[in-house]
């Protein structure tokens, strides 16, 4: 992995690692309503996800498009879940008060 050439590289069932310059991700490229869609998995490396935790995070998603279900929007919706619009806009203002 830490050689691997810049581009898109396949690890199967629509997980990618995506290289370019200095960063590793990971991706998962699936199509839903006709359309493709990738989703992020992280950042892949040592203090990132790893290959194991992004075939998991992979699987997980597969399941939810082979069902219909947006898995990006479901992500969202878990992250979200229980927060009031002030919970988000503190978080929001928090992260962006550093800059």
Same mark, same amino acid.
């Given at each position: ?52 935790? *992004? =075939? &998991? !995070? ?6 939810? @498009?082979? $069902?219909? +279900? ?7 919706? *878990? =992250? &979200? !879940? ?6 988000? @806009?503190? $978080?929001? +203002? ?6």
């Amino acid at each position: 992995m830490a050689s691997a050439p810049e581009g898109f590289h396949a690890d199967g069932d629509g997980l990618y690692l995506n290289v370019r310059a200095n960063r590793r991700s990971w991706a998962f490229v699936f199509h839903l309503d006709g359309k493709r869609k990738e989703m992020g998995l992280g950042p892949a490396g040592p203090n990132g996800v790893s290959l194991a935790e *992004a =075939r &998991l !995070k992979t699987a997980e998603a597969r399941k939810l @498009a082979r $069902e219909g +279900i947006k898995p990006i929007e479901e992500r969202r919706k *878990a =992250r &979200l !879940k229980g927060k009031t619009f002030g919970d988000v @806009a503190a $978080e929001f +203002i928090a992260a962006k008060s550093p800059g």
